[in-house]
């Protein structure tokens, strides 16, 4: 069945790149998005991607998707405190309405 | 702006009670979903809807129920809480149509505890 995979965590240095990781398994997967979840709070849509690009960037943000080894990323340029929250990939398999999600990875930004 | 709205951000029950989590979205959206988040294990799909009076079982629909009389209203019952249903639940809607750009709607989650 699908299944999508993120690390769990992930430490960096205020004003550093954060680059957080995502692997899939459906080769069907249409649209693929980032979403933020900040503490006590729900998802918020960050940005998505089409299968059929291999970049999208959005100001801090840059998406890179690799449809052969089923690899999606997202940088965030320039991270500040504010940035620090848990991730989630999620997948858009084909003709369906689901979303297949990640474990999520949280984001700590040291000052 | 899409608003998907949580009737109750934290809610105490006791074991055995029959429990009502309701979401109300207001952009007329065909799909509804019920998700709940525990830590390690990201977000599992518990239900949804894709037109009202119809559900689909997600990933893990025992133990709950659901009903969607409106539109904008899908709502998640307990039948008999139990402790292991303490979870954070969060609901999202999206737009129908298979094969376009479908982003899910969150609201901001119920924290329950099943004491």
């Known amino acids: 069945g699908e299944d999508v995979e993120q690390s769990l965590f992930l430490s960096v240095r205020e004003g550093d790149s954060s680059v957080i990781n995502c692997t899939y398994t459906?080769?069907?997967?249409?649209?693929l998005y980032w979403y933020k979840q900040e503490p006590g709070a729900g998802l918020q849509l960050l940005t998505y991607?089409?299968?059929?690009?291999d970049m999208k960037q959005d100001q801090r943000l840059t998406v890179l998707l690799n449809k052969k080894d089923k690899h999606l990323s997202l940088r965030i340029a320039d991270t500040q405190t504010g940035d620090s929250a848990i991730y989630f990939c999620?997948?858009?398999?084909?003709?369906?309405?689901?979303?297949?999600f990640g474990t999520g990875t949280l984001l700590a930004v040291q000052p | 702006d899409v608003k998907v709205t949580q009737s109750s951000r934290y809610l105490v029950k006791r074991t055995g009670e029959k429990v009502f989590l309701e979401c109300v979205q207001d952009?007329?959206?065909?799909?509804m979903f019920w998700y709940r988040q525990d830590p390690g294990l990201g977000l599992r799909l518990i239900y949804f809807?894709?037109?009202?009076?119809?559900?689909e079982k997600g990933d893990i629909p025992e133990g709950y129920s659901v009903s969607r009389e409106k539109k904008e209203r899908f709502s998640l019952i307990l039948e008999s809480a139990s402790t292991n249903q303490t979870s954070m639940y969060l609901c999202?809607?999206?737009?129908?149509?298979?094969?376009?750009?479908?982003?899910?709607?969150f609201g901001d989650g119920t924290r329950l505890s099943i004491l």
């Open positions: 459906d080769s069907s997967s249409t649209y």
């Open positions: 999202a809607s999206s737009i129908q149509g298979v094969g376009s750009n479908q982003p899910q709607h």
């Open positions: 952009m007329d959206h065909e799909n």
């Open positions: 991607i089409f299968s059929n690009m």
């Open positions: 809807s894709y037109d009202v009076k119809m559900k």
């Open positions: 999620a997948e858009r398999a084909g003709a369906t309405n689901k979303l297949i």
